[in-house]
């Protein structure tokens, strides 16, 4: 991305005062925080602590394959999805060891959790939050649960029955049962202190942009003031600040600012609107088979700055823009290529001896996308 955008400066195709307008800060700050808050809630091992908590309560294979479903896709609606693939993947591998169930099942249902899940909140991955900050939503958390809740918990229930058929031998009666996961200590006590106000902050305002949404119809707090708000805490008072803001995900910033600058470009040659402009392009339907198949090539955030402004220019109602973060974002389900946290959810399994490979993604990932696809488009329709 970095390349294609240093390319398009380079021959003119944008100027310098153009690309650097191009950069969306609000989307910049944040995904800033965001990140600050998931690296210390990973760092701190507290969200490793209330997983194994919450996975304790199952006591069959089903039940742990629910819970993991779940657990982890109402978790991404409220942090960024590749954090999620960083701190799931060992955990469902320990859990599978212990529940003596296949480690690829629950690698499957940890990848189509994340990835549904995230589909109902405009914080839950970043093709969302361009979705919901540059199409002027007044109540995005309020818009996106109307029109996206009732269908995502329909959708991660049909990833749930669909890799209950796929692995139908782990769940005969004979199948062993879920364990208790073992006993683990906070091993950053300080920081988790300070990751709970961060936390809480989150939450708290996120509430609060609701009940103004559902009062005035508009939000009070922007969303970059969110992120950043929940992540002072760390930055203030954490002994671990540094350590955070390392490990931090800093090329995701700059696939990002490249991206901006990158696709302003091409918007600006009109080939991209001729391309996708075509007869019913900007309809429901179109927009959710449009969405899954080119977000598999140039990935869906490029997909979503480009066609976004498509959708806008055609009218942008809410169906409209629902149907373009749904679509986009359950093209992870797929192909292995379709979401960068499924690419890190087989990296973080390929360290610890374990993968998923391309054709083994997409033999259960097509049928759950194509079923997935026909639920968003029901209640985009019916709504």
Known sequence: ?????????????????????????????????????GEALSRSGYLDLLSRRFFRHARTPGQLLALVIFGFGVLSALLMNDTLAIIGTPLVLGLAAQSRL??????????????????ASPIGNPQNLLV????????????????????????????????????????????????????????????????????????????ANITASLVTGAIVIPLPLIGLAAALPIILFSGERVAVLKAIDWCTFVFFAAMFVLMAAVWQTGFFQSLAGVAGGTSVPAILATSVVISQFISNVPFVALFQPLILQAGGTTARLMALAAGSTIAGNLTILGAASNVIIIQQAESRGETLTFWEFAKIGVPLTLIQIGIYAVFLGVV
């Open 1 to 37: 991305m970095l390349g294609g955008a240093v390319a398009v400066l380079l021959l003119g195709q944008i100027a310098p005062a153009a690309a650097l307008a191009a950069i969306n800060i609000d989307v910049m700050v944040f995904l800033f925080g965001m990140f600050v808050v």
């Open 102 to 119: 296949p480690k690829r099942m629950l690698l499957f249902a940890l990848a189509f959790a994340i990835t549904t899940g995230s589909v």
């Open 132 to 207: 919901a900050v540059n199409s002027g939503l007044a109540a995005p958390f309020v818009t996106f649960a109307a029109w996206l809740l009732l269908p995502t918990i329909a959708s991660l229930a049909a990833a749930w029955l669909v890799l209950r058929l796929y692995y139908r031998r782990e769940f005969s009666p004979a199948a062993p049962a879920a364990g208790d996961p073992e006993p683990v200590a906070v091993p950053d006590p300080a920081l988790t202190r300070i990751v709970k106000c961060s936390l809480a902050i989150l939450v708290g305002l996120a509430i």
